[in-house]
């Protein structure tokens, strides 16, 4: 089992910053990526962030170039620092953890409110 555990959260107003982190624990092997994702009310919980064990990393089009994912390999922690935020960058963000190829098994942490205000 993993335990994903994620902190730094908040109220922020538009324009503004916050940064992320989520720390792993338990039985930690074979991490095929660890990542970020988010959803905001009403809506599906979509793909923001994602580091790959090889060092690749994927972004989606409405963060890119504002957000920036990187991780700890010493600390198993991952961060997402996360710039010129805007308002519908509102939602809670849920820490992700993959592990394994063939028969992957998809790790939640139980998530962090962001809020950013116009």
């Known amino acids: 089992q993993v335990q994903l555990v994620e902190s730094g959260g908040g109220f922020v107003q538009a324009g503004g910053s916050l940064r992320l982190s989520c720390a792993a624990s338990g039985s930690i092997r074979s991490v095929n990526s660890m990542g970020w994702y988010r959803q905001a009310p009403g809506k599906q919980r979509d793909l923001v962030a994602r580091i790959m064990s090889s060092g690749s990393l994927d972004y989606a089009d409405s963060v890119e170039g504002r957000f920036t994912i990187s991780r700890d390999n010493a600390v198993n922690t991952v961060y997402l620092q996360m710039n010129s935020l805007k308002p519908e960058d509102t939602a809670v963000y849920y820490c992700?953890?993959?592990?394994?190829?063939?028969?992957?098994?998809?790790?939640w942490g139980k998530g962090t409110l962001v809020t950013v205000s116009a």
């Open positions: 992700n953890l993959v592990q394994g190829l063939a028969f992957p098994t998809y790790y």
